[in-house]
């Protein structure tokens, strides 16, 4: 391995990926469009549900104070309609939950009369549903404790795992850092390796003294420039814009440096096996897929129903995907180790099984 | 060192297919040697091997004493080599590849000096893929010369460029030969041949079918002087009944082959003496071109006589 032309090779890599408009929309403002695109969809799922309320008790001060208070635990919003069919309303209107305050309701807080509230929830959004009855019985039973004059007994506090609560956005930063870290190196080295050999690249570099490790270093090193610049705008922009919270901790770094390693040699090993630029297309995108949607780049593993949890673990950007929630979520880089393990030793057999199988001249 | 390239038995076969079938022939170190031959003979997998990018089937190669196959490391920092249709990295400028090169190498080439060797100065700034083909091959022309070779290797660096581009590249061939440099060229144009090469081979359907000097090659499979004039067929029997000669009718022209200096005269006499109406006598040498074309069409024809039975 020498240096100098490791470096000569990664200038004039580095030079031509700047000169190509598309490679650079690709690398760094693919990751920004991303980043945006499931910033903004998760970022909605936080709002709340909007609970359309009857309040047959009108205008007793206890119904008001309750639907007030219903709005305070942040989980709801409550929409005041008229008086009618609630449940026909909310069907032509494809409005989830309603719920309705009967008469008496003041009166028979004041005189600790059970009281029944109604309320109706559309099956097809279970979520919302959920989120309203959790709401509704949380601020009734509440009000139950303070008519009977009591206190409850038993509490539950809800705790965050590592330091704060987590959100989807959360999650999101090291997945979409993990899917550039595979697509970027992974695309266009299979293209790269299919292209260089139709048009004699190659054949022209092996009359050279530039070895295919040397050649293969100078690519590695380029993708892990790239990843740390996007994997920088990404946590930027999640944390500025979304207000993730990742952090960016030195536990980071292995994988921002082996994750290019293994994907640049795999794409390497993939073109290779290909004949022609299109059937390279077709190898690389086989390669890359099932790990691009199955590996927690866009919704944790642990949500995945079996077989694909199973699945996930044979998938090695599994593994970097892991890797980087526990150091970036947690903190844990202890936890991490074995992630770290795996993907470095995959990246030193994948390496050096790219060089030997990729030729540069013709048999 | 005598030669610079050495060829015994060179076999290189696919399957059935012998692309090369048994080839021989040293080339001179300081020589221009030309390798012709009509497109498909088996030039490009010959001028491969001799490279180290292809591996021979059978037979032995030595290019500076070395192998080319086994021994491309040591090799290659001695020879430059263009392709066929030179390609390069799509985005890099000429004087960064140079420069490129030259790392690679470990020399130190003077990009300005080396592009305006092959008239290439004022795209030192342009993009790869914005040059012509032939500023392209001028390019790879350049990038040969990075690491100051003792044997130059062009396959066909002038098919498909324009005529200025090409007398460059020859200016370019004749300047490496001067330098004291090898040059192994491979071309389907004899002019360029028979202009730049001391030795010439000529390789058909994997087989060499002639070698030697261009004069060598004229003289061996043709190469006699002949009288041509403009005028009917009828002319062309009326003078080898009177004459017993060969002539022939070609195109409105009838072509007589001389066997010595005096036919001339003769037939000059027999031609006012016919009747019958010609025009403009000339004579004519046979040129490589001529030589070319009447082998390998025979070779074609497969009626590939012995010398001197025609």
């Avoid at chain 1, 008086?83 to 032509?92: C, E, I, M, V, Y």
């Avoid at chain 2, 592009?115 to 030192?124: I, N, P, Y």
Wanted: hydrophobic share 45%; proline share 6%.
């Amino acid at each position: 391995m020498n240096p100098n032309r490791i470096f000569a090779d990664l200038v004039v890599f580095a030079r031509g990926y700047f000169r190509n408009p598309i490679g650079l929309f690709f690398s760094l403002f693919f990751p920004i469009i991303l980043v945006s695109i499931f910033g903004v969809i998760f970022s909605s799922g936080s709002s709340p549900v909007t609970i359309h309320v009857v309040n047959q008790d009108s205008p007793s001060n206890t119904s008001i104070q309750f639907l007030s208070d219903l709005n305070k635990t942040g989980a709801v919003n409550v929409e005041l309609t008229s008086d009618g069919d609630l449940s026909g309303f909310l069907a032509s209107n494809s409005y989830p939950v309603g719920l309705i305050i009967p008469k008496g309701f003041a009166a028979a807080l004041a005189n600790h009369t059970p009281i029944a509230l109604t309320m109706y929830g559309n099956p097809q959004d279970p979520t919302s549903v959920g989120i309203a009855e959790s709401a509704v019985a949380t601020v009734g039973n509440d009000y139950s404790y303070r008519a009977a004059n009591s206190t409850p007994i038993v509490f539950l506090q809800v705790h965050p795992v590592g330091s704060t609560l987590f959100t989807s956005i959360d999650y999101l930063v090291p997945g979409l850092i993990g899917f550039s870290i595979l697509t970027s190196p992974m695309f266009s080295m299979v293209e790269i390796s299919a292209s260089y050999r139709k048009d004699g690249l190659f054949r022209q570099l092996s009359l050279t003294p530039l070895t295919k490790g040397e050649w293969l270093t100078a690519k590695i090193l380029w993708y892990i420039v790239l990843t740390f610049i996007s994997a920088g705008v990404m946590v930027g922009m999640g944390v500025f814009v979304f207000h993730a919270h990742v952090t960016l901790v030195v536990g980071l770094l292995p994988f921002l440096i082996l994750g290019p390693v293994f994907f640049v040699a795999l794409g390497m090993l993939a073109g290779s096996l290909a004949k022609t630029v299109e059937t390279a297309a077709v190898i690389g995108n086989v390669v890359t897929f099932p790990m691009m949607f199955l590996s927690g780049t866009f919704f944790p593993v642990a949500l995945f129903p079996e077989p694909w949890r199973t699945v996930a673990h044979y998938l090695p950007l599994f593994y970097v995907i892991d890797g980087m929630d526990r150091v970036m979520l947690f903190n844990n880089l202890a936890g991490a180790l074995p992630d770290i393990a795996f993907i470095a030793v995959a990246s030193v057999l994948t390496f050096i099984a790219a060089v030997l199988t990729f030729r540069w001249r013709a048999e | 060192m005598p030669n610079a390239i050495e060829v015994h038995g060179l076999k290189k076969t696919y399957g059935d297919l012998a692309a090369v079938d048994g080839v021989d022939f040293v080339v001179p170190t300081g020589r221009v040697f030309a390798f012709l031959g009509p497109n498909g003979a088996g030039k490009t997998t010959t001028v491969e091997i001799l490279e180290g990018v292809r591996k021979r089937s059978e037979g032995e190669v030595r290019v500076l004493g070395l192998d080319p196959w086994e021994d491309g490391a040591r090799l290659h920092p001695q020879v430059g080599v263009i392709p066929q249709e030179f390609r390069f990295f799509e985005k890099i400028h000429p004087d960064e590849a140079i420069h490129y090169y030259g790392v690679l190498f470990g020399t130190s080439p003077d990009p300005e000096k080396l592009l305006r060797l092959v008239g290439l100065s004022d795209k030192a700034t342009a993009k790869f893929d914005t040059l012509s083909g032939g500023q392209k091959q001028k390019l790879g022309l350049a990038l040969a010369l990075v690491n100051d070779p003792k044997v130059c290797f062009l396959d066909e660096p002038t098919t498909g460029l324009d005529p200025q581009a090409r007398r460059a590249i020859w200016d370019v061939i004749r300047q490496l030969r001067s330098e004291g440099r090898t040059v192994f060229l491979t071309t389907h144009y004899l002019e360029e041949a028979e202009l730049l090469a001391d030795q010439v081979a000529i390789i058909h359907h994997g087989k060499i079918i002639a070698s030697g000097t261009p004069e060598e090659i004229i003289a061996a499979h043709g190469g006699r002087e002949r009288l041509t004039v403009e005028g009917p067929p009828s002319l062309a029997q009326y003078l080898n009944q009177r004459l017993g000669v060969a002539a022939r009718a070609v195109d409105g022209r009838v072509e007589v082959p001389m066997r010595e200096r005096g036919d001339a005269l003769k037939v000059l006499t027999a031609l006012e003496a016919s009747g019958i109406p010609w025009q403009r006598f000339a004579t004519a040498h046979d040129t490589l071109e001529d030589v070319f074309v009447a082998l390998v069409g025979k070779m074609d024809d497969g009626v590939l006589k012995a010398e001197g039975a025609a």
